[in-house]
Nanobody, 120 residues
């Protein structure tokens, strides 16, 4: 069955760095768009970054120039390198895998989330 497992969250001081990992199983990983979302307490889940199957990358404005998303298809993994972290980055970070077929059928999967806390 499909499973996305995130790791790498934790407590970090403002200005610090952290790298999140997400490893997928049960899907044809190389065909999926992979993305990171986050959700802070009392807020709705928001988009952070995505990388298409062909490598095209997009970031939310607030993390642009600070975060780097990458994928390693050989490892069925997507990563989020987070630099110069700010308290506003504190949230649960979720890994997402998405594929839409030629018939318009969407497969959308989520990991369980990993907590990132930025605090001194």
């Amino acid at each position: 069955q499909v499973q996305l497992v995130e790791s790498g969250g934790g407590l970090v001081q403002p200005g610090g760095s952290l790298t999140l990992s997400c490893t997928a199983s049960g899907i044809a990983f190389n065909t999926y768009q992979m993305a990171w979302y986050r959700q802070a307490p009392g807020k709705q889940r928001e988009f952070v970054a995505r990388v298409r199957r062909g490598g095209g990358i997009l970031y939310e404005d607030s993390v642009k120039d600070r975060f780097i998303i990458s994928r390693d298809n050989a490892k069925n993994s997507v990563y989020l390198q987070m630099n110069n972290l700010k308290p506003e980055d504190t949230a649960i970070y979720f890994c997402n895998a998405n594929y839409i077929s030629g018939l318009g059928v969407e497969n959308d999967y989520w990991g369980q989330g990993t907590q990132v806390t930025v605090s001194s």
